[in-house]
């Protein structure tokens, strides 16, 4: 079972940048699936972005599209989540997410198994 440990959250003012790290334990090159979550008190997980780790493609939420990027670093087993002119509505608590691939990758928390703790982002207006 792969272990994930997320990284890199913080404070930050509104149009501000962080950038996310997910460390895994094992990395998966073939049909798999890896995203970033975030979840907000009082309400749902919410899928941020994901990545087929074979192919590299990439889906996004609407409401992060232009501002957010998810990429990988597979030398390092690392997944990454550069957050671009954050909002105020951007803070939550952020986790890292992995499990096979099913027929393509979402963005849908349900379909991943394997999570990390999470990491908190904090944006202040």
């Known amino acids: 079972q792969v272990q994930l440990v997320e990284s890199g959250g913080g404070s930050v003012q509104a149009g501000g940048s962080l950038r996310l790290s997910c460390a895994a334990s094992?990395?998966?090159?073939?049909?798999?699936?890896m995203g970033w979550f975030r979840q907000a008190p009082g309400k749902e997980r919410e899928g941020v972005a994901a990545i087929d780790t074979d192919s590299g493609s990439t889906v996004y939420a609407d409401s992060v599209k232009g501002r957010f990027t998810i990429s990988q670093d597979k030398a390092k087993r690392t997944l990454l989540l550069q957050m671009k002119n954050l909002k105020p509505e951007d803070t939550a608590m952020y986790y890292c997410?992995?499990?096979?691939?099913?027929?393509?990758?979402?963005?849908?928390?349900?379909?991943?198994?394997?999570w990390g703790q999470g990491t908190q982002v904090t944006v202040s207006s």
């Open positions: 997410a992995a499990d096979w691939k099913r027929t393509f990758c979402t963005v849908v928390a349900g379909t991943y198994r394997f």
């Open positions: 094992e990395y998966t090159y073939v049909n798999y699936c």
